[in-house]
Nanobody, 123 residues
Framework: HVQLVESGGGSVQAGGTLTLSCTAS????????MGWFRQAPGKEREGIVS????????YYADSVKGRFTISRDNAKNTLYLQMNSLKPEDTGMYYC?????????????????WGQGTQVTVS
């Protein structure tokens, strides 16, 4: 299993920007799926973007497409999520997740490893 630690959450006004980080350790394979998910109070966990570390383009949920950008620093084993034009409905706990595999969909149940989450509040 991989260990994931998120950081970078906080409070921001609508229209603002935040960048989240997720540092991974413990994976033996260089190729696996990583994703960002979020969960608002009283709602189900929502997948917002996934990335296959072996290549391919990221897959974004419609709710964040054009506003959020995922990137990865292989040397630092760190995944980033830049969030622009934030809206109040983006408020929630944001989680980084990882799993072995090739096809990286946004189904939370497919991901075995999760970080502790970082809170994002947009007012």
């Amino acid at each position: 299993h991989v260990q994931l630690v998120e950081s970078g959450g906080g409070s921001v006004q609508a229209g603002g920007t935040l960048t989240l980080s997720c540092t991974a350790s413990g994976y033996n394979s260089r190729r696996y799926c990583m994703g960002w998910f979020r969960q608002a109070p009283g709602k189900e966990r929502e997948g917002i973007v996934s990335l296959y570390t072996g290549g391919d383009q990221p897959y974004y949920a419609d709710s964040v497409k054009g506003r959020f950008t995922i990137s990865r620093d292989n040397a630092k084993n760190t995944l980033y999520l830049q969030m622009n034009s934030l809206k109040p409905e983006d408020t929630g706990m944001y989680y980084c997740a990882a799993r072995e595999g090739r096809y990286c969909y946004l189904h939370a149940y497919e991901y075995a490893d999760w970080g502790q989450g970082t809170q994002v509040t947009v007012s």
